[in-house]
């Protein structure tokens, strides 16, 4: 089977489980969208809900690119790592007044503003800090992401974005906000995304809403179609790099820009996923009545995503070469759902090989927990092993 190239020596040295960061994979695809946005009027906001970590976060930052942040620690994180307050965008449904005032504090580029109520709130802050909030309305617009439900978020019946019906009624709260400053819209459809057409629907919405804003008088100097390009988890090997040129490319062909107008990007996962591997040793191979289980030493506290959202994750046994065999991953946590794959191919695993779970390095390591009283997986980097 063909695997990942993992300095396994090094790794046997290691306690398990551990989050391995491809530190040079990371660097490429960083490369592959500062040349695909070069000389272009598109500006990058990394989500770093994906993946905090300070290593990786600095590594983003050191490009130039600007940070998505859907919490007020996550805008302090951003801060400490480098990325630059003029390039901070705040989205969230529930920003708490102390989180606000992060961002007001810290002169953010931009909030991605969720609700009137919301609008009010910040209204109040910023004049009670004499302060303009530039504000981006985050739209829902209803289309559906084709993508698990639970990381669906355009749909109009969901928890995010204010609805096209109530635009109206925003608007006037807005004029009667004199500390705010409407700058833009905001779209953000879903996570995962990989069909095409989702993205193409996404820019007819854009453009409806663009002329209605447009005959309203409204300029909207800034366009953010949200993050949600997608990465192919079956082959990391074959395909480590998420297609980001022809993603702008689609956005370029179908949502030509007016003069003054700049295009927001939020990638998370399509930058960091594919860089990181959770790496993993086989406790026990236990016999099932039908089935072999590989009982392994992370569990679903160390990446939920397969429990959560039954997401697959492809998995490789990084030091046996014999004969593959089908498997049950599974971790030690007491929970039925803390499986990684039923039924997979794996090379004949013994207790002590190491197992490498692969594209994790979004919604992975930050979404760790220590239910059971277990301790944060480490993470290691490739540049420094
Ligand atoms: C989660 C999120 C993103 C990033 O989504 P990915 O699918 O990881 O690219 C971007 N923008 C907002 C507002 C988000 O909530």
Redesign the pocket.
Known sequence: MIKGNFPVQKFEQLNTPFYYYDMELLQTTLDTIKKATENKPIHIHY?V??NANPRILKEIATRGFGA?C?SGNEILAALENGFPPDKIVF?GVGKSDREIQIGLDNNIFCF?AESIPELEVLNTHAAAKGKTAKVAL?INPNIDAHTHKY?T?GLTENKFGISRQHLPQTLKVINASPNLRLIGI?L?I???ITDPQTFEDLCVKINELREWFGAQGIPLPVINA????GINYRHPNHIPIAGFESHFRLFEKNLPLQEGQTLHF?????IVAPCGTLITRVLFVKEGLRKKFLIVDAGMTDLIRPALYQAFHHIENITSDREPEPYDVAGPICESSDVFAEQIHLNNSTRGDLIAIRSAG??GEIMASRYNCRDLPLSHFSDRL
């Not at 949200?226 to 390009?229: F, I, R, V």
């Not at 939020?266 to 399509?270: A, D, I, K, L, N």
């Open positions: 989500a809900k994906a998505d859907v989205a991605n985050r990381i978020t905001h953000h879903g996570s995962q949200g993050g949600g390009l939020e990638p998370g996962r399509s979004a919604y």
